[in-house]
């Protein structure tokens, strides 16, 4: 779905290349970037143009649902007066990405200093492969609760240590937000819901591969 995307905005760049346009005043250029309009969002980048995405670190709409959520975008937009040829024109990329290699993207139109409608998606670290094992770092001594939900408030089915790998269920990991908080469903050592930690501040599990293997 990617390239789906890619391919319809090289129409457009071309006809930006020939077409001529005033040149906008400050204010008007702050209403054209959604990141001078927009509040930082905890747990998420900045909103990048569309153009960006072959050349950024990831993988993304992975299922029909997700690829209908982007036609569903297309449709909406056009609506608001978005040439089809530029849906969606702006990306951004959540911070659990660089914790997990599992995390979200959010595509968006925005028309007149505003998103007319947003999409987000499971994304992956296109670097990374299959991630399939999750290590625990949280600090020399402490541990960590697998719970029967995710929530605090539910029963704790097991306890890791710092240091100790946990098998995420799938790839891409299967994530949940709750009261504030990232959860991730695991396979073992137990079977449950494990802490990730609270939306957009370092979280207690990063993923494993052969550079972090050699660093521990």
């Not at 319809?8 to 990141?35: K, Y």
Request: with cysteine.
């Amino acid at each position: 779905m990617r390239s789906f995307i890619k391919s319809s905005f090289s129409l457009a760049s071309t006809f930006l290349m020939v077409a001529s346009a005033p040149i906008p005043t400050s204010a008007q250029a702050n209403r054209l970037d959604p990141n001078q309009v927009e509040a930082p969002v905890r747990g998420w980048g900045m909103w990048q143009p569309i153009e960006a995405a072959s050349q950024t670190n990831f993988n993304a709409d992975f299922s029909d649902v997700e690829n209908n959520r982007l036609r569903e975008l297309q449709a909406v937009c056009a609506q608001s007066g978005q040439p089809i040829d530029a849906f969606p024109n702006w990306f951004r990329l959540s911070t659990l990405l660089d914790q997990i290699g599992t995390g979200q993207v959010e595509y968006g139109c925005w028309i007149d200093g505003q998103f007319a409608y947003t999409v987000v998606n499971t994304a992956v670290r296109s670097d990374l492969g299959n991630v399939n094992r999750l290590l625990v770092d949280i600090g020399a001594g402490n541990n960590l609760a697998v719970y029967a939900e995710p929530t605090i408030d539910a029963s704790v089915i097991g306890i890791v240590q710092h240091g100790e790998i946990v098998i995420p269920s799938s790839f891409p990991a299967l994530v949940v937000q709750n009261e504030n908080r990232n959860w991730i469903y695991i396979n073992a050592p137990f079977e449950g819901w494990i802490l990730q930690g609270m939306v957009g501040r370092p979280g207690n599990l990063r993923y494993e591969d052969d550079r972090t293997r050699r660093n521990r």
